[in-house]
């Protein structure tokens, strides 16, 4: 059901381009409630609303909104507006979408987007639907395994921003060679001895995915063994990527 409570102050605030009152209601509320009471606006009322919203904030009311309705959005709106809102969508959801776009639509996003962003949407898209290496996401915590626990936190305060999750530390060698894993609770708990290199911290038997097993043989690993998230390895053992439980779930849904 459409909430229709605030559709009246919103309307009557792109009515006058009230800039602070819809830029309050952008960011004011959790990001899931402002999407809900953006329902009821049509699709060029609720993207201009968006538009009074920051980047990232815009990125994560957006991803709220219905499938159908951010399909609608990304078809019919100025590509370059498209482009600045993908960047800021996690790597396997921008991904997911784009898949459900017209081929000539994405290619008017794809030059739009910064090199490093159109490299990583280009190498997911290339797996087959239905795959782990289509359901994972490339934001992971990979550290290392010559790095001190301190240079590991030092590491993670930096970046921490842009993985999908912390709770697992996936530690590789030369060439991205999965290592094993070292959980984020180990971590802390090593700063006693913060010198401590993370080959000497690291659990070496970890269940992983291959880029070409099937989604719902990865949904009966991560159920089997509750994880959190699963490592996605290539034919190499080379660390490609994780696949977290929230991404498990619309499998097992999908199933």
Same mark, same amino acid.
Not at 175 to 187: E, F, I, K, N, T
Not at 223 to 228: A, D, K
């Given at each position: 059901?459409?909430?229709?409570?605030?559709?009246? @102050?919103?309307? @009557?605030?792109?009515?006058?381009?009230?800039?602070?009152?819809?830029?309050?209601?952008?960011?004011?509320?959790?990001?899931?409630?402002?999407?809900?009471?953006?329902?009821?606006?049509?699709?060029?009322?609720?993207?201009?609303?968006?538009?009074?919203?920051?980047?990232? &904030? &815009?990125?994560?009311i957006f991803t709220h909104f219905s499938e159908e309705r951010?399909?609608?959005?990304?078809?019919?709106?100025?590509?370059?507006?498209?482009?600045?809102?993908?960047?800021?969508?996690?790597? %396997?959801? #921008?991904? %997911?979408?784009?898949?459900?776009?017209? /081929?000539?639509?994405?290619?008017?996003?794809?030059?739009? +987007?910064?090199?490093?962003?159109? #490299?990583?949407?280009?190498?997911?898209?290339?797996?087959?639907? *239905?795959?782990? *290496?289509?359901?994972?996401?490339?934001?992971?915590? $990979?550290?290392?395994? $010559?790095?001190?626990? #301190?240079?590991? +936190?030092?590491?993670?305060? !930096?970046?921490?921003?842009?993985? =999908?999750?912390?709770?697992?530390?996936?530690?590789?060698?030369?060439? /991205?060679?999965? &290592?094993?894993?070292? !959980?984020?609770?180990?971590?802390?708990?090593?700063?006693?001895?913060?010198?401590?290199?993370?080959? @000497?911290?690291?659990?070496? %038997?970890?269940?992983?995915?291959?880029?070409?097993?099937?989604? =719902?043989?990865?949904?009966?690993?991560? @159920? &089997?063994?509750?994880?959190?998230?699963?490592p996605v390895v290539d034919d190499a053992r080379r660390l490609? *990527?994780?696949?977290?439980?929230?991404?498990?779930?619309?499998?097992?849904?999908?199933?």
């Amino acid at each position: 059901m459409v909430n229709t409570l605030l559709l009246p @102050e919103i309307r @009557e605030m792109l009515a006058g381009e009230n800039e602070a009152e819809l830029e309050e209601f952008c960011s004011a509320l959790n990001a899931g409630r402002t999407a809900e009471f953006m329902e009821g606006l049509t699709d060029s009322e609720a993207w201009t609303v968006l538009q009074y919203a920051a980047p990232p &904030r &815009r990125a994560e009311i957006f991803t709220h909104f219905s499938e159908e309705r951010q399909i609608s959005l990304l078809s019919q709106h100025d590509p370059s507006e498209i482009a600045e809102l993908v960047v800021e969508m996690a790597a %396997d959801d #921008r991904v %997911d979408l784009l898949q459900e776009l017209h /081929d000539d639509r994405v290619d008017e996003i794809l030059p739009l +987007l910064p090199a490093a962003d159109r #490299r990583d949407i280009q190498r997911l898209r290339a797996y087959p639907d *239905g795959t782990a *290496g289509s359901l994972m996401t490339t934001e992971m915590a $990979k550290l290392d395994e $010559k790095l001190t626990v #301190r240079q590991a +936190l030092d590491a993670l305060a !930096s970046q921490s921003e842009f993985f =999908e999750t912390i709770y697992y530390l996936f530690i590789v060698g030369e060439d /991205d060679q999965l &290592r094993g894993v070292v !959980s984020a609770r180990q971590l802390v708990t090593a700063l006693r001895q913060p010198n401590t290199p993370l080959s @000497e911290l690291v659990e070496t %038997d970890v269940v992983t995915a291959l880029t070409t097993e099937d989604q =719902e043989s990865v949904a009966v690993k991560v @159920e &089997r063994y509750n994880l959190l998230a699963i490592p996605v390895v290539d034919d190499a053992r080379r660390l490609v *990527g994780i696949i977290t439980h929230d991404d498990i779930i619309d499998v097992v849904r999908e199933e």
